[in-house]
């Protein structure tokens, strides 16, 4: 059984406008107002300000909750809300927060705020269970419906790495503070995975609520056409005045939406015509990815790819590298960020349209992780994204022709080979089928 809820913060049925999930491609509203934040320096002063000025709903998922100096105000400001009777759902992955998930849970005991573990590690037989390879790797927050942010950025210090300890440059990652109609699947994907967590309480109340109703075949219609494949019509007073900008909002899943962000990223390679920027920490796309990339840099397309060259797991560089020779003879340049840990999810197409999220472009993220990523039409946000990523390529270095093709060739291919055997053993014990 789910433990209970804190006194006092009973979920209330809520009518929620689902269609959005139920498309398998992004779905794009107007009328939203988008700001690109650098780092926690940015992201958690803002978070925690929304924070205490929520009136009646926070949600909060992330995969990593670390508390330190820099988290600590947005752990202060959830449990101020939570106790001025603000209803407050936090949800945490339990293998990316394991490290310091008894402390979180001591901390925010009493405060009222409800806590959800994400497939928690609280037995070793939970590491031999193959569904544990399916991480909730999203990091979204959502305050009174209103105002949400997400991106790649984990509740840690940009400072710190769990496995690598302190570091003097802070990690380059990125996240969006977004107002506006895009708000909603963002709060619902947030809830969805909190209610996942927590045993699906959320929906028992509202099964219950129709149970209760005096016409519970009418309250079952209502909620069906709550489901439909149609959108809701776009209200004047959701709309920011002033900022047209178009938004979608998009996740990876295991249900309707399993491979909706790896498709936006092809078909956004798809329609370059001059530049094309990737930043990722973990990159290794299946074939039609990589020809889509290749296809774009043969036809004049400006394309560049930002990886890391701080390694923080080996393999996974590895796995990127082995690519490097295919890419490189193709036309696409890529460059290793040197100066601190990438962490950044972004991809910037022609100054017009650009993504910041949770998902990398590997077999994990692309195929088991439940992600989330905002996509933004906006041709000054994407221009601002773009010069960040082109600061960042500035501190790089460029992975030059000889560099990869130095070695003999059976040396490559036997890499190449090895990594394709571990990636499809992976996949497999994950219960994925098919050609990645």
Request: a positive charge; one cysteine or more; proline letters at 2%.
């Given at each position: 059984m789910p433990p209970p809820l804190p006194d006092g913060h009973a979920d209330p049925p809520t009518s929620p406008d689902w269609s959005w999930y139920l498309v398998g491609r992004p779905v794009f509203s107007g009328g939203n107002e988008v700001q690109l934040l650098r780092g926690g320096k940015d992201l958690f002063p803002a978070?925690?300000?929304?924070?205490?000025?929520?009136?009646?709903?926070?949600?909060?998922?992330?995969?990593?909750?670390?508390?330190?100096?820099?988290?600590?105000?947005?752990?202060?400001?959830?449990?101020?809300?939570?106790?001025?009777?603000?209803?407050?759902?936090?949800?945490?992955?339990?293998?990316g927060t394991h490290q310091g998930l008894t402390a979180l849970q001591q901390r925010l005991a009493d405060s009222g705020v409800a806590l959800a573990v994400f497939r928690p590690l609280q037995r070793w037989t939970h590491w031999l269970q193959p569904g544990q390879l399916r991480r909730l790797h999203m990091k979204v927050c959502i305050v009174d419906g209103e105002l949400g942010f997400v991106g790649g950025i984990n509740l840690i210090d940009d400072h710190i790495d769990l496995n690598h300890g302190h570091s003097e440059q802070p990690r380059l990652d990125f996240a969006v503070r977004a107002h506006g109609p895009v708000v909603a699947p963002m709060e619902q994907a947030a809830r969805a995975m909190w209610s996942r967590a927590w045993f699906g309480r959320d929906w028992r109340s509202e099964a219950q609520a129709i149970l209760r109703a005096r016409r519970p075949w009418q309250q079952m219609r209502a909620l069906w056409s709550r489901l439909r494949l149609t959108r809701r019509p776009l209200r004047p007073q959701d709309r920011v005045p002033g900022r047209p900008v178009h938004c979608a909002f998009v996740v990876r899943d295991n249900f309707r939406q399993r491979r909706t962000i790896e498709r936006a990223y092809i078909q956004a390679i798809g329609m370059a015509r001059e530049s094309l920027w990737i930043v990722t920490p973990y990159f290794y796309p299946g074939n039609h990815f990589r020809r889509a990339l290749v296809a774009a840099a043969q036809r004049g397309v400006s394309v560049h790819l930002l990886l890391q060259?701080?390694?923080?797991?080996?393999?996974?560089?590895?796995?990127?590298?082995?690519?490097?020779?295919?890419?490189?003879?193709?036309?696409?340049?890529?460059?290793?960020?040197?100066?601190?840990?990438?962490?950044?999810?972004?991809?910037?197409?022609?100054?017009?349209?650009?993504t910041v999220g949770s998902s990398n472009i590997d077999p994990l993220s692309l195929l088991l992780n439940l992600e989330s990523n905002l996509i933004v039409r906006d041709d000054a946000f994407a221009a601002g994204m773009r010069r960040e990523v082109e600061a960042a390529v500035q501190q790089s270095h460029e992975v030059l022709r000889e560099e990869v093709l130095h070695e003999r060739s059976w040396v490559r291919l036997l890499r190449r080979a090895v990594v394709a055997w571990c990636a499809y053993v992976y996949l497999r014990l994950a219960g994925v089928t098919g050609r990645y």
């Open positions: 978070v925690a300000a929304a924070i205490h000025r929520a009136r009646h709903e926070v949600w909060l998922a992330t995969y990593i909750f670390h508390i330190d100096t820099a988290t600590q105000p947005v752990l202060d400001a959830l449990c101020a809300a939570a106790r001025r009777g603000v209803r407050v759902r936090m949800v945490v992955d339990g293998f060259g701080k390694v923080d797991y080996r393999f996974a560089a590895l796995a990127a590298r082995v690519l490097y020779g295919e890419l490189i003879r193709g036309g696409v340049r890529i460059h290793e960020y040197l100066p601190a840990f990438l962490h950044a999810k972004v991809m910037v197409v022609d100054d017009r349209w650009a």
